[in-house]
């Protein structure tokens, strides 16, 4: 809902909106608001082994099996476990998609990626490796889709809203998956 302003009040609430959209401003939003949302989107990937449809992520190998998601010679993961068709690839441990973390954010952009320094507990390989080489074969971890530009444009009109009412920017994304810490 729209504020009626009288033109007197008009150039005040101007002047707030400008300051509302200033660089300071515009870089947390991205940070805190914009750098989540992808961060949550590289996690929900991760779960469900692909970032559009079941089975969108593939193999490298020119011989792939179980509608190429699988190497053909490839039957047993390094975590020991057995590869067949139910099976989804790049999730072996929370530490793939867990790992994505904002690298940098300026008021225009952010860059969510892996850690440089994390490796995979179970063989031990670089995850910002891995990613690279996922990226390079067609695995898409990160970047633009529907499903994201359908939550940032959320979180973007979510934003110019309250600015436009004269309340503060977000400080966490509207869409953010809750995580809970469980004693045990």
């Known amino acids: ?71 053909e010679p490839y039957w047993v993961r390094p975590t020991k476990n057995i590869v067949s068709p139910d099976k989804i690839r790049n999730v072996d441990t929370r530490t793939m998609g867990n790992n994505h973390k904002i690298l940098s954010a300026t ?28 990226e390079k074969i067609g695995n898409h971890i990160v970047g633009f889709t529907d499903e994201i530009n359908t939550a940032m444009t959320y979180e973007m009109q979510n934003y110019l809203d309250l600015v436009a009412n004269g309340k503060e920017p977000p400080y966490l994304p509207k869409s953010r998956i809750g995580r809970k810490r469980v004693k045990v």
């Open 1 to 71: 809902m729209a504020k009626v302003l009288t033109p007197a009040q008009f150039s005040a609430d101007l002047r707030k909106q400008i300051r509302a959209f200033a660089p300071a401003k515009r870089r947390r939003f991205m940070r805190k608001v914009a750098g989540k949302v992808m961060e949550n989107m590289v996690i929900i990937r991760f779960l469900r082994g692909g970032y559009r449809v079941k089975g969108d992520w593939k193999t490298a190998s020119k011989r792939g099996k179980f509608q190429d998601r699988w190497s």
């Open 107 to 134: 008021p225009n952009s952010v860059t969510v990626g892996p850690s440089t320094t994390v490796r995979n507990p179970v063989n031990g390989a670089l995850i910002s490796k891995i990613a690279e080489r996922e």
